[in-house]
């Protein structure tokens, strides 16, 4: 049994993770923010542990984190509010990174978006922009550190059947990047049990190969 930390727990795409980790046997720990969110977490099978990591020091995330043996940043501000999203998506994460070192705990998954980086290309008057900087600015940092780290980049997130199938990398994403979050979170749970995909960035959007075949050939 592994004994995994799932950081922004009710969002969909860790709901959805949660569920598919408990049904393999894993120990799931869901932090969330607002303590009304315990039972849908509950409901997954993973424990809720009410944790603001906007507010939470390294040491306090650090805390929360000792005994697993891993974690996905799965947590985010949500737009809107620039201010929040830099302080959540951009520091909150990285501090849980520090943290995740700080309490021993060497796996470390982030979901990104496809995209993600300094040359995201979007306009500074853009909605997205503060979005988009903070995500850059964090994954940079991951790469930065000594955690077994790996970044997944799923495309628009939709709420597609999670039928397991994705193309991974695509060369062109002219033709769109929809992506399930119930497939993103079927990719969050096969990388955890990789240890081939640490230090790898992968994009990804819904395809027509299966998880394991697409993650495999991305590790010869």
């Known amino acids: ?28 720990t869901s932090f969330i923010r607002n303590p009304d969110h315990a039972a849908d977490v509950a409901a997954t099978g993973a424990s809720p ?3 603001d990591v906007e507010k939470s ?32 998506d951009r520091d ?22 496809f995209g993600a980086g300094p040359d995201h290309g979007v306009p500074e008057e853009h909605s997205f922009h503060a979005y988009a ?22 495309g628009s997130l939709t709420e597609g059947p999670g039928n397991g199938l994705i193309e991974a990398n695509p060369d062109d994403a002219s033709s769109g990047t929809q992506t399930s979050r119930a497939n993103v979170a079927i990719v969050a749970a096969a990388v955890l049990g990789l240890p081939g995909t640490a230090g790898r960035t992968i994009q990804f959007r819904d395809g027509t190969q299966p998880v394991a075949a697409a993650l495999d050939a991305l590790q010869q």
């Open 92 to 113: 909150a994460a990285i501090r849980s990174m520090d943290a995740a070192a700080e309490a021993g705990v060497g796996r470390y998954v982030m979901v990104s978006y």
């Open 49 to 51: 542990s009410v944790l």
């Open 133 to 154: 900087e903070a995500k850059a600015a964090a994954d940079e940092y991951l790469r930065g550190t000594k955690l077994a780290w790996t970044i997944l980049g799923p």
């Open 57 to 88: 020091t390294t040491a306090d995330i650090a805390a929360a984190l000792r005994n697993h043996d891993a974690v996905v940043w799965s947590a985010g501000a949500g737009g809107g509010n620039p201010a929040r999203t830099y302080a959540v």
């Open 1 to 28: 049994m592994t004994r995994i930390a799932i950081i922004g727990g009710h969002g969909k795409v860790a709901l959805h993770l949660s569920a598919l980790l408990t049904e393999q046997g894993h120990s799931v």
